[in-house]
């Protein structure tokens, strides 16, 4: 229950005590994940087209979680900022609005999914093979999805208090939960992939209900609040909280394309390279979500430190986070060398679909140390209200370099070159913008520094009551 200090000049030890427990966090959320195709990938007689059909799921199960940071992602930083200027009652209603709009969004974006599901799944890569399996998974992670969504969204406020703990445990208790639950469901009740969309949903529910329950409690520093929607805060928060949702939700479309290809470019092959790319796609993230973790859930302190216009916080804070996403980069690509075939082995006992794996595994990974230098500063430009920038470079990644790949290569090469789309989008994107951050980030302290924001702020509020009064 204990908040860390924000704006403590122990840079490193504040930023470690908020990037150690989203990095936990995050890699407890993917293992879960993970053991969901692991149990799948292993269910006697269907295994490889069930984890094909949860393969085709998977992207779209991102999607739909990644609405939870237009709203988390997007007001957290806001709030934090808030409290650096010790303006608590805007904090509260921040909060407030936040939740509201993830109630909203989560009913709709579960409607959407509900309603569309058959095109959907086949548009995605689905085959008539495994849309049976994949209509089960998404019909129920749909059904409840506003708990993952509003867990996950309402859960950013609370790390964004400096209950970094607190914000892990979220993400324990749903983990814990689905890891002891998907082999009752799936193999005990002989649910099969039924029984793991189950065990996902009842363990999101566990997590959301924590997350409220903390949010209540009187001991919390900002407890929330139900007052009246105010729509100018909510856009607000939209605002900013475009440019993750954009990250977020471009990686899972960017896979969609890719398993589409997968099935039209690979044949009578199709689906099984779609398993080759859901075995990849597991240890990457093991990779990419933990420094997710790192880049977003350091942003408390930059948004703190941008709010109480303390230069020398941002600076030294920055360079922490950077260097932390270097490191732990630096020791995946490590563990990929020696650890991807008994990662494998995990998912498939069929030798092609293995080795192909591993190869695709070694593949990815080529480019994920420049990586970690884009999400350092993508999520920072984020952190210090800037979304215009950070929409900019994550869509000249996703859409220019990423995608681009993904739809030229197989047709220069083959269909295994689609591989290879991810470290090509990742070399080059990073290279762009840590060109880009290293001039912006200097002007954007200085103008802070100079009060030319809060200028900017008081004409449009001077612009708004002219208006109001002309009315």
Same mark, same amino acid.
């Given at each position: ?72 992602? @997007? ?27 993830? +109630? ?39 059904? @409840? ?16 208090? @400096? ?44 997590? +959301? ?34 440019? !993750? ?47 997710? @973790? ?69 593949? +990815? ?44 290569? !197989? ?61």
């Amino acid at each position: 229950m204990k908040a860390i200090n924000l704006g403590s000049r122990r840079v490193l030890s504040t930023v470690l005590k908020l990037i150690i427990p989203a990095m936990i966090a995050q890699f407890i959320n993917v293992l879960y994940s993970i053991v969901d195709r692991m149990y799948v990938g292993n269910i006697e007689g269907i295994g490889d087209t069930a984890l094909a059909a949860v393969g085709v799921c998977a992207p779209i199960t991102t999607l739909i979680s990644s609405f939870a940071f237009l709203i988390g992602t @997007g007001g957290a930083p806001l709030f934090a900022m808030s409290l650096g200027e010790g303006r608590e009652d805007n904090a509260k209603k921040i909060l407030s609005n936040a939740a509201y709009a993830l +109630f909203v969004l989560a009913v709709f974006v579960a409607a959407i999914f509900l309603v569309f599901e058959r095109p959907v799944l086949f548009t995605f890569g689905a085959s008539e093979a495994t849309y049976g399996f994949a209509r089960q998974y998404l019909m129920i992670y749909a059904a @409840g999805s506003i708990f993952s969504i509003t867990a996950t969204g309402l859960n950013q406020y609370i790390t964004a208090q @400096g209950y970094s703990g607190i914000g892990m445990l979220t993400t324990v208790i749903g983990a814990v939960a689905n890891i002891a639950l998907d082999p009752l469901f799936i193999f005990t009740f002989k649910m099969n992939v039924a029984g793991a969309a189950i065990a996902t949903v009842i363990s999101q529910f566990l997590s +959301f209900l924590f997350v409220i329950i903390f949010l209540r409690l009187k001991g919390t520093k900002i407890r929330l609040a139900f007052s009246k929607p105010d729509m100018r805060i909510i856009w607000n928060i939209v605002k900013l909280g475009i440019s !993750p949702f954009i990250i977020m939700a471009s990686d899972s479309l960017i896979i969609i394309v890719q398993n589409a290809i997968l099935q039209s470019r690979g044949g009578a092959d199709g689906d099984m390279w779609i398993t080759v790319s859901t075995v990849v796609q597991a240890f990457f993230s093991l990779t990419s979500m933990p420094m997710l @973790g790192i880049s977003t859930g350091s942003q408390p302190v930059l948004s703190y430190a941008y709010g109480a216009k303390n230069g020398p916080l941002m600076k030294r804070a920055e360079i922490c986070i950077a260097s932390a996403c270097v490191v732990f980069t630096v020791t995946m690509t490590i563990v990929s060398i020696f650890a991807a075939a008994p990662f494998v082995s995990l998912f498939t006992s069929n030798a092609e679909i293995a080795e192909h794996s591993v190869w695709g595994i070694r593949v +990815f990974m080529i480019g994920v140390i420049p990586l970690s230098f884009q999400y350092a500063f993508i999520d920072s430009f984020t952190a210090l209200g800037q979304p215009k920038y950070a929409i900019t470079f994550s869509l000249i990644r996703k859409v220019v370099f990423f995608l681009g790949a993904i739809i030229a290569f !197989p047709y220069i090469w083959d269909v295994s070159a689609v591989f290879y789309a991810e470290p090509f989008a990742d070399i080059a994107a990073s290279v762009l913008s840590s060109i880009a951050f290293l001039i912006l980030f200097p002007k954007i302290i200085r103008r802070r520094l100079n009060g030319e924001d809060n200028l900017k702020h008081r004409k449009f509020h001077h612009r708004r009551q002219s208006a109001a009064e002309n009315n």
